[in-house]
């Protein structure tokens, strides 16, 4: 089984400051990863994902994660915080076994943008 | 319309009371799943659809029973609800297995917020 580990509950940054949001995945197999965002009143929508090849991934809204396999870590970063950044951010990993219908989700981190 | 649309996105119901809710999506996929979100839990995947047929069942109980009439529409019927039921409700639709390729991406509704009294 899956699992995926997101450090903090709650972050808070100052505006303009480096965005540091962590996640960690137990995984048999290498997975697929993902970084979605949830904001007030709205559905998940997708930031960014990995599934091969460069490690490094680029996503919207200038967000980036690095997939390291060694680290069994996926952290999302965003050099410069923005005050419509606020939202909460779930990663989550795909299933091999059951393709990639089955997503797990991570609890969540809450970002809140100091102004 | 686009994207995935839900309906209604507040639902106050009784535990005797029977209701549905609606997803709707409009971007052509063959996949469309239930989500339950709760406070302070990771995203629960309840029921996964692939060309209208049901392909996840997440064990989940039987007074939620859900109904997928074409690849468009995904009705989730609830009945004889528990106060412990009520959450955020997410319809998510993909392009599915046969389409979708590597790392098929969901996409998300604004979800059902669900109370039960």
């Known amino acids: 089984a899956q699992s995926v580990t997101q450090l903090g509950s709650h972050v808070s940054v100052s505006e303009g400051a480096l965005v540091l949001l962590r996640c960690n995945y137990s995984?048999?197999?290498?997975?697929?990863l993902f970084w979605y965002v949830q904001y007030p009143n709205q559905g998940l929508q997708l930031l960014l994902k990995y599934t091969t090849g460069a490690t490094l991934v680029k996503g919207i809204n200038g967000f980036e994660a690095e997939f390291k396999k060694s680290e069994t870590s996926f952290h999302l970063t965003k050099p410069s915080a923005h005050m419509s950044d606020a939202a909460e951010y779930f990663c989550a990993v795909s299933d091999p076994d059951f393709g990639n219908e089955k997503l797990t989700f991570g609890t969540g981190t809450r970002l809140t943008i100091i102004p | 319309e686009t994207g995935v649309t839900q309906t209604p996105r507040h639902l106050v119901m009784g535990m005797t009371n029977k209701k549905s809710l609606k997803c709707e999506q409009h971007?052509?996929?063959?996949?469309m799943y239930w989500y339950k979100q709760s406070a302070k839990k990771p995203l629960e995947l309840m029921f996964v659809?692939?060309?209208?047929?049901?392909?996840e069942n997440n064990s989940v109980p039987s007074r939620f029973s859900p109904e997928c009439p074409n690849s468009s529409h995904l009705f989730l019927h609830l009945h004889t609800l528990q106060p412990e039921d009520s959450a955020l409700y997410l319809c998510a639709s993909s392009q599915g297995p046969y389409g979708g390729g590597v790392a098929d991406t969901q996409y998300f509704g604004p979800g059902t917020r669900l109370t039960v009294l």
């Open positions: 659809y692939n060309f209208k047929e049901q392909t």
């Open positions: 995984s048999s197999v290498p997975p697929y």
């Open positions: 971007l052509g996929h063959n996949a």
